[in-house]
């Protein structure tokens, strides 16, 4: 069965502007794409459903994504850490979800193959999959339902790194440096990227 999207876009961005004000998200890429955006798209167009979390007030974020076709969901808690919004999405995945690909709305880089490749692995029966580029790991991560209670256990601002750490993954060899490539600051998105 296709695994569940997830994207997680509920953060702040502090980084990129910390009174606020401008959502990193909602930046347009060198293309004019929008960042949330060119990350859901990837992910759209390799699983059959994506839900997407957002925060309240997200300043037109779930607009965006909804009008892509993600089903979006707001995650009150959203300023607690990134796993309050992890498993905000899960739950609202649940029952039917046979897996998971977790992607993040501020990597608007990484390649449908990528994507493809971890839905792949998962289909085949991976607990864990994880996409790896010249030897290091990057994102997005994929999930089986065995590691359901874990993943709904998380807390703070860690995501699921704690479960990678203490479990084996499959490793996904990709041609994609984009599963580095995120939108943290303001310099990161003037970059002209040749990933995408």
């Not at 065995?146 to 041609?175: C, E, M, T, W, Y």
Request: aromatic share 2%.
């Amino acid at each position: 069965m296709t695994p569940v999207g997830i994207l997680l876009a509920a953060g702040r961005g502090r980084r990129f502007d910390p009174t606020g004000a401008a959502s990193k998200l909602l930046q347009p890429l060198p293309g004019g794409e929008l960042v949330v955006a060119a990350s859901a798209r990837v992910l759209l167009s390799s699983v059959d459903k994506v839900i997407a979390v957002v925060r309240p007030g997200d300043g037109g974020v779930g607009d965006c994504l909804r009008a892509l076709g993600c089903i979006v969901t707001v995650c009150q808690d959203a300023d607690s850490g990134m796993a309050a919004s992890l498993v905000h999405a899960l739950r609202h995945s649940l029952p039917e979800a046979p897996s998971w690909l977790i992607a993040l709305g501020d990597m608007p880089h990484v390649r449908a193959s990528t994507m493809l490749a971890l839905r792949a692995a998962l289909e085949q029966g991976a607990p864990i999959a994880v996409p790896v580029h010249a030897g290091q790991r990057g994102n997005p991560v994929g999930f089986g339902r065995v590691h359901l209670d874990a993943l709904l256990a998380l807390q703070g601002d860690q995501g699921a790194r704690a479960i990678l750490k203490a479990h084996p993954a499959s490793v996904v060899p990709v041609d994609d440096p984009g599963i580095f490539s995120d939108i943290d600051t303001v310099a990161d998105l003037l970059k002209t990227s040749t990933l995408a």
